[in-house]
């Protein structure tokens, strides 16, 4: 297995075992579906999204708080475009 594949898989698993469960769905269900099609710079971004606290990233899928602007990017932007069916 490459080195891409194994961050991929760890990833994975990463989105799908945070400890609040709208956090497993919105992000274990996008990286089941998206994380193969990720480039490196995308799941850079995405790694550095997983490092975010459960609360807080509750807090900007449910519109309570506003994304900062560090992670404002495509990304985020197809994440909440998968979660919501429409882009934020």
């Known amino acids: 297995m490459s080195a891409l594949n194994r961050r991929r898989k760890r990833l994975l698993y990463r989105a799908n075992h945070r400890g ?4 497993d769905i919105i992000l274990g269900d996008f990286a089941r579906l998206r994380l193969a099609t990720l480039s490196e710079a995308e799941l ?11 609360r807080e990233l509750l807090a900007w ?3 309570e708080r506003v994304v900062p602007a ?9 994440i909440f475009a998968h979660c919501n069916g429409a882009r934020r």
């Open 20 to 23: 609040i469960k709208e956090m």
């Open 44 to 54: 850079d971004q995405f790694e550095a999204l997983l490092e975010e606290s459960d």
């Open 61 to 63: 899928f449910t519109g």
């Open 70 to 78: 560090r992670f404002n990017n495509p990304l985020i932007d197809a």
